[in-house]
C-alpha cells in the first residue's frame, strides 16, 4: 500500500472545523464505543486553550450513569497527564503555539483513558451486583452445600478457568455459571472461560440483567445458554433435573 493511499485514509483526522467550543479537531484516539475524540482548541490572548468538551465524561456517563466514579477518575487522568479538571472536562491552558500539537495529544490520551477507565470500573460494579442477585437467586432454588461459589476449573488448555458459580450434583458439578456484563471484556472472558471448560459434563449459563448486543448474545451462545437473571430459577430447576436423571 502506498504512502499516498495511507494518508488518504488518515485525511479526516487533518481537518478542523469551528465550532461555539472552540475549534475542532478529529484524533486518531477513540472512547470505548470506538467514537472519536475531538479535540477543541481556543485562542486566548497570545495562547490556547485546549479541551475535550466534556467527552470523556459523557463517554463514561453513557455506559456507567456514576457521576461521582466519573469525576474522580476523569480527575485521576487530569493529574495524571498534568491537566486540568473543569466543569466535568480536560483542560490544557496557557498553551504556546510550540506545544499546541504536544497539547493537543495529551487531552485526546487523557479523555480517551479517563473514558475506558471510568466505564471498565462501571462494568466491574455492575456485575458485582449481577452476580449478588445469581447468588439470592440460586440460594432460594438449590441447597446451600451444593453451591460453590468463585469456582475455579482446569480448561482442555490447561488455564484455570473462572465460574462464579458452580452446582454440584454428586461428585460433579451439573451446572456452571457466570454473570455477564455488555462491557467488552466480560464478554470475551467469560467466551473463554465457557469455550476452555467444553470438556465439562455441565451445562453452562450465562446469566445478564441489562441486556446484551445482538452479536454479543450470538457469541456467547456459541458455547452457553444466554439467559436473563429473571430466568435464571426456572433454567436452574431444569439444569438440576435434567443432571440428575
Aim: hydrophobic share 45%; charged share 25%; net charge negative.
Amino acid at each position: 500500500m502506498s504512502c499516498d493511499a495511507v494518508l488518504s485514509v488518515l485525511e479526516p483526522f487533518g481537518k478542523c472545523e469551528d465550532t461555539l467550543a472552540g475549534s475542532r479537531i478529529a484524533t486518531h484516539c477513540l472512547y470505548p464505543s470506538f467514537e472519536t475524540v475531538y479535540i477543541y482548541v481556543v485562542k486566548i490572548g497570545d495562547e490556547y486553550r485546549v479541551h475535550d468538551g466534556g467527552g470523556a465524561y459523557r463517554s463514561a456517563w453513557t455506559h456507567g450513569r456514576d457521576h461521582v466514579l466519573a469525576s474522580r477518575i476523569i480527575a485521576a487522568e487530569a493529574k495524571r497527564f498534568r491537566l486540568q479538571h473543569r466543569d466535568d472536562s480536560l483542560v490544557a491552558s496557557d498553551v504556546t503555539l510550540e506545544w499546541l500539537p504536544s497539547a493537543i495529544l495529551s487531552v485526546a490520551n487523557a479523555s480517551s483513558l479517563a473514558a475506558s477507565a471510568a466505564v471498565a470500573r462501571a462494568a466491574a460494579a455492575i456485575e458485582e451486583a449481577l452476580v449478588e442477585k445469581i447468588d439470592k437467586v440460586l440460594s432460594s432454588t438449590i441447597a446451600s452445600e451444593r453451591i460453590a461459589r468463585d469456582f475455579t476449573i482446569k480448561g482442555r488448555s490447561g488455564g484455570d478457568r473462572h465460574f462464579d458459580f458452580a452446582v454440584r450434583d454428586g461428585d460433579a458439578f451439573s451446572l456452571l455459571i457466570n454473570g455477564v456484563s455488555a462491557h467488552h471484556t466480560s464478554i470475551s472472558t467469560k467466551f473463554v472461560a465457557f469455550s476452555d471448560a467444553e470438556g465439562e459434563q455441565s451445562e453452562k449459563f450465562a446469566v445478564f440483567d441489562r441486556e446484551l448486543a445482538t452479536d454479543d448474545t450470538a457469541l456467547l451462545q456459541q458455547v452457553a445458554t444466554v439467559i436473563p437473571i429473571r430466568a435464571l430459577q426456572a433454567g436452574a430447576r431444569r439444569a438440576i433435573q435434567h443432571g440428575a436423571g
